[in-house]
């Protein structure tokens, strides 16, 4: 099996995938700027000794490159490369292509040890976690990437030391993305990631605007309508809107019993036509009347 991303694709086969134009190699980051004659259809699988982000630069047109980690189960396994694409060392990657035209390629490559110990990322990545690698799309680590490939074509007695210094930038917007990655996706499927439930949280926490409908809740998640109600249900084994108001109610409570606001602005702002609809659905929660807890409250003080 090929010991190095570059020697695999870019080197020992260079008549089908091209070879280096220029080569950096600055302290614990290695960066190959390749030059890609047009191919036709090709398989190949990847095993690398470091862990390896492939960027192809902006406008040069669409890549076709299909691709997966670990053994395929079909073909559905090969999903579609982004632009950057992330290769942990010593996994696998299986690579399909119709073929693509003429094109540069940057590959940077890390020192195995400090880009684990870091990102956290290695042949034993989650799914989550390589479905993230497949496709890199976070804005900061594809901002330096382009950076990259524009401080590499412009000769500068300082250009070594900007490579440098963008490739520890590089490591960190990695390693925070991927702190992203694992915020947002270790989540049983059909339930709501944590990141969706602090944002709805942080929705109806929010006193200065007024309550939320579950459309908007469900925008703040990027889901749709019922798929929220689904999940939320899943998730917290309660709706959406009981949530909603067990949060309301809560807030009703603390303001009687720590305010002065009339029960009829409180019973407004917490999306009510009337009064008494708000007292009523206040007795029927707490078993006594606005009027009265903020009685009982006032006395306790």
Not at 190 to 201: E, H, S, V
Not at 246 to 275: C, D, H, N, W
């Amino acid at each position: 099996m090929p010991r190095s991303f570059v020697e695999d694709s870019w080197v020992m086969h260079k008549d089908q995938a091209g070879a280096i134009e220029q080569h950096f190699a600055v302290g614990d980051f290695r960066l190959d700027v390749l030059s890609q004659p047009d191919t036709g259809p090709f398989t190949r699988t990847h095993l690398v000794d470091y862990p390896s982000i492939a960027y192809l630069p902006t406008g040069q047109g669409e890549d076709p490159v299909r691709g997966c980690f670990g053994e395929p189960r079909s073909h559905r396994s090969f999903v579609p490369f982004g632009a950057a694409v992330l290769v942990p060392a010593n996994l696998a990657v299986h690579v399909q292509s119709t073929g693509y035209a003429e094109r540069r390629l940057l590959i940077c490559r890390f020192d195995p040890d400090i880009f684990e110990s870091l990102t956290g990322l290695g042949a034993n990545a989650s799914g989550d976690e390589l479905a993230a690698c497949i496709d890199v799309r976070d804005a900061a680590v594809l901002a330096t990437l382009e950076r990259l490939s524009i401080a590499v074509s412009r000769p500068s007695t300082a250009r070594e030391m900007l490579v440098r210094g963008l490739g520890m930038v590089l490591l960190a917007e990695l390693t925070r993305h991927f702190e992203l990655v694992r915020e947002r996706g270790f989540h049983r499927a059909g339930t709501l990631a944590p990141w969706q439930l602090k944002r709805i949280d942080q929705r109806l926490a929010d006193e200065s605007k007024p309550v939320p409908s579950v459309s908007e809740l469900a925008s703040l998640c990027g889901i749709g309508r019922r798929h929220l109600m689904r999940a939320f249900k899943a998730t917290r084994g309660s709706t959406v809107m009981e949530h909603v108001e067990r949060t309301l109610f809560a807030r009703a409570a603390r303001m009687l019993g720590e305010t002065t606001i009339p029960v009829k602005s409180l019973a407004v702002s917490l999306g009510y036509e009337r009064q008494g609809s708000f007292s009523a659905a206040f007795r029927r929660r707490f078993g006594e009347t606005p009027r009265d807890y903020r009685a009982r409250a006032s006395a306790g003080r």
